[in-house]
């Protein structure tokens, strides 16, 4: 059981770039969360999922994209990165009925 | 407008001795609350949580105490030891007592260092 994983572990771009920020859970959970911790600030929702196929907006979703197509995997994609959107990248996931979420180890993006 | 908040960024102690972290709450509809614990280059791991009709939860050297009239909550660490220094954030839900929520909202955390 891996729990919760993300690739890559740390990434540089350079502005304008586009990629996806991986992220997958193998606990069947049905929840799936992206957030980003800036220097601070906390982690801020970016954007979640409450099943395949439901996605919603969170905090700060601007400049980020993403779908839900299967129970697994929840990518996070950047059409057009941006200096802003340097950070540190965590997915998490969590069990319908209980509010505690898993956090995977984090992406850290450089956006150059 | 911050709804969860972690007023000390920083917090010594002295290895025993008791650590005491604080976080205050705005939205009178968060009827969740939970610690995270991170370590650098790591994810944040769930600590403790705590519902809003309890006002102590406990886990081994940790306690959690909520005090809903002044929307103030405590994570007590007793006795402190040098493998729990990290960063400490807490966090709320809304709605967890009619079905759950999706969101929680983070505070900025607060860096707990347990000097030996």
């Known amino acids: 059981n891996a729990g919760v994983t993300q690739t890559p572990k740390f990434q540089v771009l350079k502005t304008g770039q586009s990629m996806t920020l991986q992220c997958a859970q193998d606990?069947?959970?049905?929840?799936m969360s992206w957030y980003r911790q800036d220097p601070g600030m906390g982690l801020r929702l970016i954007h979640y999922s409450v099943g395949a196929g439901i996605t919603d907006q969170g905090e700060v979703p601007n400049g980020y994209n993403v779908s839900r197509s299967t129970t697994e995997d929840f990518p996070l994609r950047l059409l057009s990165a941006a200096p802003s959107q340097t950070s540190v990248y965590f997915c998490?996931?969590?069990?319908?009925?209980?509010?505690?979420?898993?956090f995977g180890p984090g992406t850290r993006l450089l956006v150059l | 407008d911050q709804q969860v908040k972690q007023n000390s960024p920083s917090l010594s102690v002295q290895e025993g001795r008791i650590s005491i972290l604080n976080c205050d709450y705005t939205n009178s509809m968060f009827d969740y609350f939970l610690w995270y614990k991170k370590y650098p280059a790591e994810g944040p791991t769930f600590l403790i949580s705590?519902?809003?009709?309890?006002d102590k939860n406990e886990d081994g050297r940790f306690t959690v105490f909520l005090n809903k009239s002044a929307k103030h909550l405590s994570l007590h660490i007793v006795p402190s030891q040098p493998g729990d220094s990290a960063v400490y954030f807490c966090?709320?839900?809304?709605?967890?007592?009619?079905?759950?929520?999706?969101?929680?909202?983070f505070g900025k955390g607060t860096k707990l260092t347990v000097n030996p």
């Open positions: 998490a996931s969590r069990i319908s009925g209980q509010e505690t979420q898993y």
């Open positions: 705590i519902s809003s009709i309890k």
């Open positions: 966090a709320a839900s809304a709605m967890y007592l009619k079905g759950g929520s999706e969101k929680l909202v």
């Open positions: 606990m069947n959970h049905e929840y």
